[in-house]
T-cell receptor, first 113, second 112 residues
């Protein structure tokens, strides 16, 4: 069974604080992809990153970084020096052999100025 | 390059009616997936079309159907609307379904 768990429903931080969004996944597939999407109030999901199951290198893109650990089935997302524009709902997703995407329930991040 | 376009953006219908939503994928993308998003259930997969064929289907009743045209544009139809069908319906396209899915802004459907 494929499953994505985002245990943090809501997080509030003060601007410039660092924040980490957790994502734990379950899959029996040996080849799979993990994703993070951002959904601002406008509603459109914006793609942030994709990782395949064979690439455990951490990724950094500006203030964003991702930590993929197969040993713990986790794909966590850290925002450094958060800004008000980072306020959104963030979704972690998994795509396995069947091509279907499985999304977590999302984490609502509020950055307080 | 134009993104995924969904029309209309907002719809208000009454119970028992039917509705058709439209999605135009990014040029060159052959896979179109549909999702229902509600506060209680989150993002739920409806179905995926690839080259005019339904390739994957989620766990929704038969009132929810879709199709894809030769130009990869897709439509989703919901018949006999129920109050619980009120949701944001999102369409996503990708080159072949395995790759990154790019989402449209969604159609917000309200059933009264």
């Amino acid at each position: 069974a494929q499953k994505v768990t985002q245990a943090q429903t809501e997080i509030s931080v003060v601007e410039k604080e660092d924040v980490t969004l957790d994502c734990v996944y379950e899959t029996r597939d040996t080849t799979y992809y993990l994703f993070w999407y951002k959904q601002p109030p406008s509603g459109e999901l914006v793609f942030l990153i994709r990782r395949n199951s064979f690439d455990e290198q951490n990724e950094i893109s500006g203030r964003y970084s991702w930590n993929f650990q197969k040993s713990t089935s986790s794909f966590n997302f850290t925002i450094t020096a958060s800004q008000v524009v980072d306020s959104a709902v963030y979704f972690c997703a998994l795509s396995g052999a069947g091509n279907q995407f499985y999304f977590g329930t999302g984490t609502s991040l509020t950055v307080i100025p | 390059k134009a993104g995924v376009t969904q029309t209309p953006r907002y719809l208000i219908k009454t119970r028992g009616q039917q509705v058709t939503l439209s999605c135009s994928p990014i040029s060159g993308h052959r896979s179109v997936s549909w999702y229902q998003q509600t506060p209680g259930q989150g993002l739920q997969f409806l179905f995926e079309y690839f080259s005019e064929t339904q390739r994957n289907k989620g766990n929704f009743p038969g009132r929810f159907s879709g199709r894809q045209f030769s130009n990869s544009r897709s439509e989703m139809n919901v018949s006999t609307l129920e109050l619980g069908d009120s949701a944001l319906y999102l369409c996503a396209s990708s080159r072949d379904g395995k790759n990154i899915q790019y989402f449209g802004a969604g159609t917000r459907l309200s059933v009264l």
